[in-house]
């Protein structure tokens, strides 16, 4: 499997047209957890590989809450790591790529209302808004010791490989985007 490229306005693998079509089943990495319920992931790898889909969209968080992958800042559920892993290794085996959500806009599952949240428990947190997580450095730094897999150079080669197509840091507002992007990047 190589990696997603762009040409002009194609995607490729292998100098050949990449063409997505996919599906989204956020669930996975929470039913992963549970060894009764992994059956589903992969009947759903296999189902989409049979009808031709080549991405699925999933999520790579759960923040503070049943099954959370990260339980309080930079402190991680191994047991919910090996989900996310095997997740992985489904979509590989059945040639599906990965477009994984690392954050919810929302609060299902944690997402940046749980990061504001612990801010505000520690005392750092200059805002109670939502929105403080673009712009509350504390909450940044949270989110980029997240991005590492809580710690340094844990998850960066992780994520080097061709059965990501893309990870979703978030559904932000246009005008954020790219600041937001560098500051959490860099």
């Known amino acids: ?26 669930w996975m990495m929470d ?30 968080f759960n923040d503070g809450h ?34 994984l959500s690392l954050v919810n806009n929302l609060q299902p599952y944690g997402g940046k209302s749980m990061y504001v949240k612990w801010a505000w428990q520690d005392g750092v947190g200059v805002s109670p808004s939502n929105d403080s997580f673009f712009y509350d450095p504390s909450i940044r730094s949270y989110f980029k010791n997240y991005i590492k897999g809580g710690e340094p150079n844990k998850g960066g080669k992780a994520l080097q490989t061709p059965i990501f197509l893309y990870l979703q840091d978030l559904n932000l507002r246009p005008y954020l985007r790219k600041q937001v992007l560098v500051s959490l990047t860099s």
Request: aromatic share 14%; net charge positive.
């Open 1 to 26: 499997m190589g990696f997603v490229m762009r040409n002009e306005t194609q995607f490729v693998v292998d100098g050949k047209p990449f063409y997505v079509n996919g599906w989204n089943s956020y």
């Open 66 to 99: 049943y099954n959370a992958l990260q339980i309080s800042p930079g402190q991680f559920d191994e047991q919910v790591f090996q989900a996310l892993d095997y997740v992985i290794a489904e979509a590989k085996q059945n040639g599906i790529r990965l477009l």
């Open 31 to 60: 039913h992963s957890v549970d060894f009764s319920s992994r059956f589903k992931v992969r009947e759903m790898m296999k189902i989409g590989a049979k009808m031709g889909l080549t991405v699925c969209r999933t999520w790579a």
